[in-house]
């Protein structure tokens, strides 16, 4: 999804502490063994297993261990790496081992693990060791590990100086007005310059070597290696993945339909879709249910009121609630417009509203601490005190990013060979989507799969179908009735290729990915794990909790009662 930076402050002191790490690895034998390679022979490493890394995984109950791999499972002579593996012990009788992917792409399997362990071991009954990787083009420790282009955050900056790569798109409404249209235009031909450089730096850089070698395919080629030394080569393989995650789940069960075991995906990618079509098209597509999530979040914010929720003033309803939003982000939008260097703009509002609508667990915490603060910096912004404009534009330089691209080496190296579509193009349809699906999010710049149409590699092996192979057991996909960018619309399709060898479960909620609690679909999922059982057909729908509340008194079927008509792409005249 839209690729995030991740802060790092102390990034000194976590260089050290990995340093620390891995000589003392390397002097207490915690490495795997080696692989090697005689003629076409591939003999995998063995697994070590001893303590993480404690500047990535803190939880002192899991260990850690590395794998050796082949760059190219095709081509042994391409060379070897590693990956960095992560596992829960079972804590019941033992059925196997369930590895966890959480997405992204690009997010770190170690770091997953380390904050879901103990939730996917308890829902597992605690029969399956849990196992998670950082996959190649992810983290530190893997090999090949993090995708660098830039050698420091100045260089990066100095790079993307002057354009939205840095401030995002500025827009409002569903992008009609015709400054805004034509300030996005007149873009293009510098960002397809900076795009098509981007990727020869990226190529040029120590790291660029590897790119061909991260994908996909090769990541679910590791997850079968490791698989038959954890738990033998004919040994069932069971798999869930999240996000992104989806599409790993979706190769590897047609890449090897006979290993499949226990087998469930949440938030859920249409892989035909990914295998056939530009990405630049898919981030669009993906949006058909954002703004209805957003929608569901100002009318939790609404039936709340002022004393949950800070957005709300007495009486308002939720179209009261989203016009209180829209002139926030109008306001913002004509600040940035006077002056560019204002601390936070309508692109970074949206930005924040993006990331609240993945998870309503967040809704509460966003609209009492984070709106407040955007509201009075926003304030700032359209007064005449300097002097605190400039404070909070010196705060905002202060944030220390780090810049990887992982995430977008393996959309990219799974992405379909390029079409010659132009910036122009791209731009286009985020002002036509704009219009047509999300009128909020379609224009978050970046985002991971945007980079794709101009990325100048693909991976050696990728997965391009047929999705619909015979398997050897039945895959549990599971999906939100509202989730705001993997729609349900995506697990239908991916249960019509299933056909008898899966089952879809809607949760009747909101966010990305099933993470609302449901005592009924825990029951389904557990059952699936101890014995395979599954409900029939496609048509079970499962109830949020109603004592989980997203706001104190409003749990998430009266949000449901309350929303207006969603048969439109969202309920709230924009």
């Avoid at 190296?413 to 999010?441: C, E, P, Y």
Wanted: some cysteine; proline content about 6%.
């Amino acid at each position: 999804m839209p690729m995030r930076r991740s802060h790092t402050p102390h990034l000194r002191q976590r260089q050290l502490l990995m340093l620390s790490y891995i000589l003392q690895a390397i002097v207490l034998g915690r490495f795997a063994k080696a692989a090697s390679v005689e003629g076409d022979t591939w003999t995998h490493s063995t697994f070590q297993w001893g303590p993480c890394d404690p500047t990535i995984v803190e939880n002192p109950s899991i260990s850690c261990s590395f794998f050796d791999i082949p760059l190219d499972y095709h081509d042994r002579s391409a060379g070897t790496g590693r990956i960095a593996v992560a596992k829960v012990n079972a804590t019941a009788q033992r059925f196997g081992t369930l590895f966890i992917n959480p997405g992204g792409p690009g997010e770190s399997g170690l770091a997953a693990l380390d904050r879901l362990g103990s939730t996917a071991s308890g829902l597992a009954g605690g029969h399956y060791d849990i196992v998670s990787w950082d996959p190649r083009g992810v983290g530190p420790l893997t090999i090949p590990g993090d995708i660098q282009c830039f050698n420091s955050d100045e260089e990066y900056n100095t790079f993307w100086n002057g354009t939205i790569e840095l401030t995002g798109i500025e827009m409002t409404g569903n992008f009609t007005n015709p400054e805004d249209i034509e300030a996005l235009l007149s873009q293009a031909p510098i960002m397809q310059k900076k795009y098509d450089e981007l990727g020869e730096r990226c190529l040029r850089h120590p790291s660029g070597r590897d790119l061909k070698y991260v994908g996909t395919a090769a990541t679910v080629r590791d997850m079968v290696a490791m698989a038959d030394v954890l738990d033998g080569p004919t040994a069932p393989i069971n798999f869930a993945g999240l996000s992104y995650g989806t599409v790993l789940g979706a190769w590897f069960i047609n890449m090897f339909p006979e290993r499949v075991g226990r087998v469930v995906l949440d938030g859920v990618v249409d892989p035909t879709f990914l295998a056939t079509e530009e990405t630049s098209s898919f981030f669009p597509k993906q949006l058909v249910d954002a703004d209805k999530v957003y929608d569901a979040l100002v009318t939790a914010c609404a039936l709340s009121g002022p004393e949950g929720c800070a957005a709300a003033t007495q009486g308002q309803t939720p179209a009261d609630v989203d016009a209180n939003v829209q002139t926030l982000l109008q306001r913002a939008h004509d600040a940035a417009r006077k002056n560019s260097s204002v601390p936070i703009t309508s692109a970074d509002i949206r930005k924040q509203l993006f990331a609240a609508v993945y998870s309503p667990a967040e809704w509460a915490s966003f609209v009492n601490v984070s709106y407040p603060e955007v509201v009075a910096t926003v304030d700032a912004e359209s007064s005449d005190n300097a002097g605190v404009r400039g404070a909070l534009r010196a705060r905002k330089r202060q944030v220390n990013d780090s810049k990887t691209y992982g995430g977008l080496a393996i959309a990219c190296g799974d992405s379909v060979d390029r079409r010659g579509t132009k910036m122009i193009n791209v731009f286009n349809d985020i002002i036509s989507s704009s219009r047509a699906r999300s009128h909020l999010f379609t224009s978050v710049w970046p985002n991971v799969f945007n980079y794709c149409t101009f990325w100048p590699v693909r991976a050696v092996e990728r997965y391009q179908g047929p999705f619909d192979k015979k398997l050897a057991n039945k895959v549990l996909v599971l999906s939100n009735t509202y989730d705001p960018v993997t729609p349900l619309a995506d697990a239908r399709a991916l249960s019509k290729l299933l056909g008898d060898y899966g089952a879809l479960i809607q949760l009747d909620g909101f966010g990305h990915t099933t993470s609302e609690p449901s005592q009924c679909l825990y029951e389904i999922v557990s059952a699936y794990f101890a014995n395979g059982t599954l409900p029939e057909g496609n048509s079970t729908i499962c109830e949020v909790d109603a004592d989980y509340e997203v706001f104190v008194g409003v749990n998430t079927a009266a949000i449901l009662a309350a929303l207006p008509s969603l048969s439109a792409r969202s309920a709230f005249s924009r």
